[in-house]
């Protein structure tokens, strides 16, 4: 690919004050854009996309455009937003200690001693990714051997969901009366309250300069995926303010792809709203948890977990959550909930139809509340879901990861439970809007990689087309924060784009009773790459944020 500038012009981030915005024409490649289904180029004025269209017209603006950039037949989409992710968590992860492929707990802490072996004694440590699903006997780390490993030193270890961890006694003796804590355990993973405490201790051990080279590598590597923009899902359970507000300044002052912060806490005054919006939070939601996770046994269920009689952890009730919506809808500020067991969204939508009696089901519908990965959905919650205009942000990557007849779910629940799980069609074929994510680290961040597991979900009824994957990785994630202007290639929308090297377009189907793809252009439907499994996912070569470029392999 190549691209045709004027010697000494300035790029289209340097443009000086007073200068008129920069026009980028590309051509000669494919443009995912509802306005033309057969455009094969796209100018950009500035931060906005000003034309979509074929060749023919591309010549006539070819001469006076600042650039002309030859695509050599690669795909331009919207770029994508990651619906719910954890950045600098993300980012540690990426550059520190990551346990997602230990196989064993001696692998584990063999992984940990080589890790903080050259690290100063007193050194506070953080890793992430264990998960004991396939370990021999299932069993996590001793709290001694996990001491002898670290050496004495504080080390908080997230489990892969993040709703328990394990940590050293030297990070615990920095947490007076964690013993007495929900959810401690001598020598277990500290699961609620403990969890919470310990994992606030931890982050506040990390250093300004430590948290921000974790925030660039986590936004780095999202825009090396055309990602455009991240909803950051901080709170006090799971990260700081100081964590939130140091990312969002990150974020505005550095090239990058766009950040919307949301801050988990609960909110039952005019005052509490205010606060959230002073921290810079677009919505009073993301992880505000109504309950914990499956793979903890904390997500809340209203029968047992297979093989016990524990129903997971409640956090929040019905009037927790009516307060909650109430207060937000009252002060124009979107509201959010973490929840994943049918108990606890049974507890969220028996919130919101309390909340809509006392201020009426259109005002609450206004807002566009959203709920985080709704993940064991019965027919009644779906329906409620699409009653109060709640937005589902859900994560594909899921299922892939823990789905199927032998994965993690059916072993928390039973294969026939574990169907019900992640029923993505049943929203959709409910008008309930869907945003997809990763929650990165939990899963890792990788768009094309969440519409392959929408569109092959392991339970067949519950698959999606992949145009339904993709606008709800695209244009879904605007809408979560109330923007219907972006998302999508048409003219006037924000230029959020990246470029593909990518093979044959096609159209796919989610049901197997029908041909599942197509290439005929007659259909009028953009077509995406083939994501049949084992088919190459596409590669990114260009990611721009605003018509400013945030990642560039198009012309190595």
């Known amino acids: 690919m190549t691209a045709r500038t004027t010697p000494g012009e300035r790029a289209p981030d340097e443009r000086a004050p007073g200068e008129p915005p920069r026009t980028v024409l590309l051509r000669r490649g494919e443009v995912h854009s509802p306005a033309d289904p057969f455009a094969t180029a796209m100018a950009v004025t500035g931060d906005r996309v000003a034309w979509v269209g074929s060749e023919s017209a591309a010549d006539a603006l070819a001469a006076s455009a600042d650039e002309v950039v030859d695509l050599e037949g690669a795909l331009v989409t919207p770029a994508f937003t990651d619906a719910h992710v954890h950045i600098t968590a993300t980012g540690l992860a990426l550059t520190g200690l990551d346990l997602a492929g230990a196989r064993s707990a001696a692998d584990a802490l063999a992984r940990v001693a080589a890790h903080t072996a050259p690290l100063p004694v007193g050194a506070t440590v953080i890793g992430h990714g264990w998960d004991t699903t396939e370990w021999p006997g299932a069993h996590p780390p001793t709290r001694a051997g996990l001491?002898?490993?670290?050496?004495?030193?504080?080390?908080?270890?997230a489990r892969v969901d993040a709703h328990?961890?394990?940590?050293?006694?030297?990070?615990?003796?920095?947490v007076p009366g964690v013993a007495d804590l929900p959810g401690f355990h001598p020598d277990g993973p500290l699961t609620g309250d403990a969890h919470h405490a310990v994992r606030h201790a931890a982050d506040a051990a990390l250093t300004p300069?430590?948290?921000?080279?974790?925030?660039?590598?986590?936004?780095?590597?999202?825009?090396?995926?055309?990602?455009?923009?991240?909803?950051?899902c901080a709170g006090p359970d799971i990260s700081s303010e100081d964590d939130l507000t140091a990312l969002l300044t990150l974020a505005a002052d550095e090239p990058g792809p766009r950040v919307f912060g949301y801050w988990g806490e609960l909110v039952t005054t005019a005052k509490?709203?205010?606060?959230?919006?002073?921290?810079?939070?677009?919505?009073?939601?993301?992880?505000?948890?109504?309950?914990?996770?499956?793979?903890?046994?904390?997500?809340?269920?209203?029968?047992?977990?297979?093989?016990?009689?524990d129903t997971g952890v409640a956090h929040l009730s019905a009037d927790d959550v009516a307060a909650h919506v109430a207060a937000c809808t009252e002060a124009g500020l979107q509201a959010g909930f973490h929840a994943i067991g049918d108990a606890a969204l049974t507890a969220v939508t028996d919130g919101f139809a309390a909340a809509a009696r006392r201020l009426g089901a259109d005002r609450v519908r206004a807002q566009r509340h959203r709920v985080e990965h709704a993940e064991l959905l019965a027919p009644n919650t779906i329906a409620a879901f699409a009653a109060?205009?709640?937005?589902?942000?859900?994560?594909?990557?899921?299922?892939a990861a823990w789905g199927g007849p032998d994965g993690m779910y059916a072993r928390r629940l039973g294969a026939e439970r574990a169907r019900a799980l992640n029923p993505f069609a049943a929203l959709l074929r409910a008008g309930v809007p869907l945003a997809f994510g990763s929650d990165a680290p939990v899963t890792p961040l990788g768009p094309w990689e969440a519409l392959r597991a929408a569109a092959f979900h392991r339970t067949a009824e519950h698959r999606v087309s992949v145009r339904a994957a993709f606008t709800a990785h695209t244009r879904g994630g605007w809408r979560a924060v109330g923007r219907d202007d972006a998302g999508a290639l048409v003219p006037g929308a924000p230029a959020d784009y990246a470029v593909w090297r990518a093979g044959a377009l096609v159209v796919q189907a989610p049901d197997d009773r029908v041909a599942r793809w197509s290439t005929d252009p007659r259909s009028g439907t953009p077509g995406l790459p083939d994501l049949t499994p084992g088919a190459p996912l596409p590669t990114c070569l260009r990611t721009v944020v605003a018509g400013r470029t945030v990642y560039d392999r198009l012309n190595e």
Do not use: N
Request: no cysteine.
């Open 147 to 157: 001491d002898a490993a670290a050496g004495g030193r504080p080390v908080y270890l």
């Open 272 to 309: 509490e709203a205010r606060r959230v919006r002073e921290l810079g939070a677009v919505g009073a939601g993301g992880d505000l948890f109504v309950d914990g996770s499956l793979g903890s046994r904390t997500a809340h269920l209203h029968r047992p977990y297979l093989g016990g009689d």
């Open 209 to 232: 300069a430590q948290r921000a080279a974790a925030q660039r590598a986590a936004l780095a590597r999202a825009a090396s995926l055309g990602i455009g923009s991240l909803h950051e």
């Open 164 to 174: 328990s961890a394990l940590a050293t006694t030297a990070l615990l003796d920095l």
């Open 388 to 399: 109060f205009g709640l937005t589902a942000s859900v994560q594909p990557m899921f299922d």
